[in-house]
């Protein structure tokens, strides 16, 4: 069982790896979530952030197996972690802002 988690996070990670080049940097991308001229509301920049903040994480996942087999630089590994950790950090403040606004309002009185 232990060999299949392996053998697919192995696959997986050279799959992504693959999608890294040099030229393309390891952080979430750099476009806006609010494109000019569209309705934008809070659940498509929420589900936005949390594509890029999840790209992200498995940018980190894959380098680290890359870097496992002997096919990533460590200062890339160090780079993908670094956003990963930063983007991890980012999604529990947002979490902890949520849930703080949400028992602001059921405490409202009506």
């Not at 990963?84 to 009506?110: G, N």
């Amino acid at each position: 069982m232990l060999e299949a988690i392996s053998s697919t996070a192995i696959t997986a990670g050279q799959a992504a790896a693959s999608r890294i080049t040099e030229t393309q940097t390891i952080a979430p991308s750099a476009t806006s979530p609010v494109q000019a001229g569209d309705d934008v509301g809070f659940d498509s920049v929420m589900k936005q952030v949390t594509t890029d903040a999840i790209g992200t994480l498995k940018a980190g996942e894959s380098a680290s197996i890359s870097a496992m087999q002997g096919k990533e630089s460590t200062r890339k590994v160090v780079e993908a972690l670094m956003s990963a950790e930063q983007a991890l950090q980012t999604a529990v403040a947002v979490r902890d802002k949520v849930v703080q606004a949400y028992q602001e309002v059921v405490r409202m009185s009506i």
